[in-house]
């Protein structure tokens, strides 16, 4: 279904009955990024993917200052009150963990729980890893692109049908909104002074060779919001819930059920 937030067009796949569980993906993905999840999700909970805009299904807006992490997070209150959801559990991961850090800090009333998935409490995308994103994404085609993020996303014990896969999400992007949530929507991030005012139930899952977002963002987390749990998955890279999702699962249901 779509819903119209008045800023954006939202793409949201719905699936399952129970408490609501919003599932929030990071930068070049979509909704398709959760085919490991949303099945078993769905055993326990409403569960609901978004496509931020600029991304899958939804619209593309290109103002000036269009992606800023703060509207993105406006973006899934607005659909949180058009389904009339109530307070949600929250999953965001990377960038979708920016988001949900955002929306529990400023709408704490439409949180009911996080899980804050490969992600840190500010903009911490190694600046070498970050650069050669931006140079690759304007000079190259997204098939070569998507190469360089497999690379740094994926640890070297992930499949070649995992790589296979990421590739085909990556190719669908639009290059010109990719870019400008690339260099403007995650630049100034930092909640890391506020996250002690997050006083709901938070797990913190960390990949053990993210070169993305590092396992010390998650760590840092952790720490800053009061009675967070702390879970590493061994041996992944930025994409623990693909590279092992029945690992990932478990934590995540451990925690919510």
């Given at each position: 279904m779509i819903v119209d937030t008045?800023?954006?067009?939202?793409?949201v796949q719905?699936?399952?009955?129970?408490?609501?569980?919003?599932?929030?993906h990071g930068l070049g993905m979509s909704s398709a990024l959760?085919?490991?999840?949303?099945?078993?999700?769905?055993?326990?909970?409403?569960?609901?993917?978004?496509?931020?805009?600029?991304?899958?299904?939804?619209?593309?807006?290109?103002?000036?200052?269009d992606y800023a992490i703060e509207l993105l997070a406006e973006d899934i209150a607005e659909v949180i009150r058009q389904l009339e959801l109530g307070r949600c559990h929250?999953?965001?991961?990377?960038?979708?963990?920016?988001?949900?850090?955002?929306?529990?800090?400023?709408?704490?009333?439409?949180?009911?729980?996080?899980?804050?998935?490969?992600t840190a409490p500010r903009m911490s995308i190694p600046s070498d890893v970050l650069e050669r994103r931006v140079e690759a994404l304007g000079n190259m085609p997204l098939e070569e692109y998507a190469e360089i993020v497999i690379d740094q996303a994926c640890s070297v014990n992930a499949s070649r049908e995992l790589r296979s896969w990421v590739a085909g999400l990556l190719v669908h992007n639009d290059k010109r909104a990719y870019t400008q949530v690339m260099t403007e929507g995650l630049r100034g991030f930092d909640v890391g002074a506020q996250l002690g005012k997050i006083h709901i139930p938070t797990l913190v899952i960390t990949g053990e060779f993210d070169q993305v977002l590092?396992?010390?963002?998650?760590?840092?987390?952790a720490r800053l919001i009061p009675g967070a749990v702390l879970v590493e998955?061994?041996?992944?890279?930025?994409?623990?819930?693909?590279?092992?999702p029945v690992e990932f699962n478990d934590a995540v249901l451990s925690f919510l059920c």
């Open positions: 008045g800023a954006a067009q939202l793409f719905q699936s399952g009955k129970g408490e609501p569980l919003i599932l929030i959760w085919i490991n999840q949303i099945p078993v999700f769905s055993r326990h909970f409403h569960t609901l993917a978004v496509d931020l805009r600029g991304f899958g299904r939804s619209s593309r807006p290109d103002g000036p200052g929250v999953l965001g991961t990377s960038m979708g963990g920016f988001i949900a850090q955002a929306l529990a800090i400023a709408r704490p009333d439409l949180c009911r729980s996080l899980v804050l998935c490969h590092p396992r010390e963002g998650g760590e840092e987390i998955i061994e041996g992944v890279g930025h994409l623990g819930y693909a590279e092992r």
